[in-house]
């Protein structure tokens, strides 16, 4: 079983960085897709990034792509999410997943607010 840690939340002003981390145990990391969601307020729980288990192939939502960066460190068991030019609209719990074999394993989010 994987145990995932997000943390790197806070409140940012439009326009703003952030870097979210999220710290795996519990499993070999690098066997593992790791994925960065988010559930803004009162929505529906949305991918944001992807990036496979070696780390070359990644994907984003549209609607984060050329802000957001996200990237791994197999030998630190850990998935970054790099939020540059950060908008009211990306306020959100964000969440880390691993998935591998139809297995998903989730964090317990770390809360992005992004407001002046």
């Known amino acids: 079983q994987v145990q995932l840690v997000e943390s790197g939340g806070g409140l940012v002003q439009p326009g703003g960085s952030l870097r979210l981390s999220c710290a795996a145990s519990?499993?070999?990391?690098?066997?593992?897709?790791m994925s960065w969601y988010r559930r803004p307020p009162g929505k529906e729980r949305e991918l944001v990034a992807a990036?496979?288990?070696?780390?070359?192939?990644?994907n984003y939502a549209d609607s984060v792509k050329g802000r957001f960066t996200i990237s791994r460190d197999n030998a630190k068991n850990t998935v970054y999410l790099q939020m540059n030019s950060l908008k009211p609209e990306d306020t959100a719990v964000y969440y880390c997943?691993?998935?591998?074999?139809?297995?998903?394993?989730w964090g317990k989010g770390t809360l992005v607010t992004v407001s002046s």
């Open positions: 519990g499993a070999t990391f690098s066997n593992y897709v």
């Open positions: 990036i496979a288990s070696a780390g070359g192939s990644t």
């Open positions: 997943k691993s998935s591998r074999w139809g297995l998903d394993y």
